[in-house]
Nanobody
Framework: QVQLVESGGGSVQPGESLRLSCEVP????????MAWYRQRPGKEREWVAR???????FYADFVEGRFTISRDNAKDKVDLQMSRLEPEDTAVYYC?????????WGQGTQVTVSS
């Protein structure tokens, strides 16, 4: 089965930054359109950012200009640089392909933004 391993979350204050990492051990992702998703408390999981195999990037309106998605195909790794974090960004963040494998979600990594 596909493994998705997210890391890098933590607790920060508004305006601070975090860099999340996603590793996909055992799977070659060079030809796969990858994405980050998040689930805020009491809300459905939502798409945040995606990056094509050709490194074209796309972002949800609520993170445009603040988050940057990148990929390292040699390491089968996808990162999400998060800047100017807001309390509304508090969520569990997940990686997957786009569209996602519905049965292969990882544990996610918790991001908490509070004063």
């Amino acid at each position: 089965q596909v493994q998705l391993v997210e890391s890098g979350g933590g607790s920060v204050q508004p305006g601070e930054s975090l860099r999340l990492s996603c590793e996909v051990p055992g799977t070659t992702i060079s030809g796969i359109h990858m994405a980050w998703y998040r689930q805020r408390p009491g809300k459905e999981r939502e798409w945040v950012a995606r990056i094509s195999s050709g490194r074209n990037t796309f972002y949800a309106d609520f993170v445009e200009g603040r988050f940057t998605i990148s990929r390292d195909n040699a390491k089968d790794k996808v990162d999400l640089q998060m800047s100017r974090l807001e309390p509304e960004d508090t969520a569990v963040y997940y990686c997957n392909k786009f569209p996602p494998w519905p049965s292969f979600w990882g544990q996610g990594t918790q991001v908490t933004v509070s004063s």
